[in-house]
């Protein structure tokens, strides 16, 4: 079945760069997702990755994707503590109109 | 801008009470989802919709049912609550029309049943 990982937690320090990982199972998903949950809100698109892609970088974020290995990163650079938030990877799972999200990872940024 | 907004931020239930849980959306947008959030579960789809009066299962629908009687509109229910749906309730939409399958959420509803 389809089933989308990552650690639970990470904690860095103001400044440095942030690394989340992700592993999913579904290799006919067409795009990959990073979405954010600031507290007391909902989600927010972040960033995304086509599947035919490996690297995307915008601003601080760069998405890496390993199709072989289906595993997906994203990294934050310069983290600052309104980066502090619930990150969860997604993906489409082949064209569909569903997403299927990870467990959510928590960055913590120590000032 | 997309705004999906639900009913309450917070509710406090009883067990064996019916809940009526709220989402519209602003962007007639024709797909509109139900998750339930938990530490360390992540998000977990209740039910989905494409269109008015259709609804599909998602991955844990037992104990709610849903609505859809306009396009902007999707109710979740809690036909008996009970405490383990004591929950973070988060509602989507997401439009077909595109490739990318971005869904906008709402600000979510902590429900606690007591």
């Known amino acids: 079945g389809e089933d989308v990982e990552q650690s639970l937690f990470l904690s860095v320090r103001e400044g440095d760069s942030s690394v989340i990982n992700c592993t999913y199972t579904d290799s006919s998903s067409t795009y990959l997702y990073w979405y954010k949950q600031e507290p007391g809100a909902g989600l927010q698109l972040l960033t995304y990755i086509f599947s035919n892609m490996d690297m995307k970088q915008d601003q601080r974020l760069t998405v890496l994707l390993n199709k072989k290995d289906k595993h997906l990163s994203l990294r934050i650079a310069d983290t600052q503590t309104g980066d502090s938030a619930i990150y969860f990877c997604?993906?489409?799972?082949?064209?569909?109109?569903?997403?299927?999200f990870g467990t959510g990872t928590l960055l913590a940024v120590q000032p | 801008d997309v705004k999906v907004t639900q009913s309450s931020r917070y509710l406090v239930k009883r067990t064996g009470e019916k809940v009526f849980l709220e989402c519209v959306q602003d962007?007639?947008?024709?797909?509109m989802f139900w998750y339930r959030q938990d530490p360390g579960l992540g998000l977990r789809l209740i039910y989905f919709s494409y269109d008015v009066k259709m609804k599909e299962k998602g991955d844990i629908p037992e104990g709610y049912s849903v609505s859809r009687e306009k396009k902007e509109r999707f109710s979740l229910i809690l036909e008996s609550a009970s405490t383990n749906q004591t929950s973070m309730y988060l509602c989507?939409?997401?439009?077909?029309?595109?490739?990318?399958?971005?869904?906008?959420f709402g600000p979510g509803t902590r429900l606690t049943v007591t």
């Open positions: 997604a993906e489409n799972g082949g064209a569909t109109n569903k997403l299927i």
């Open positions: 962007m007639d947008h024709e797909n």
């Open positions: 989507a939409s997401s439009t077909p029309g595109t490739d990318l399958y971005e869904q906008y």
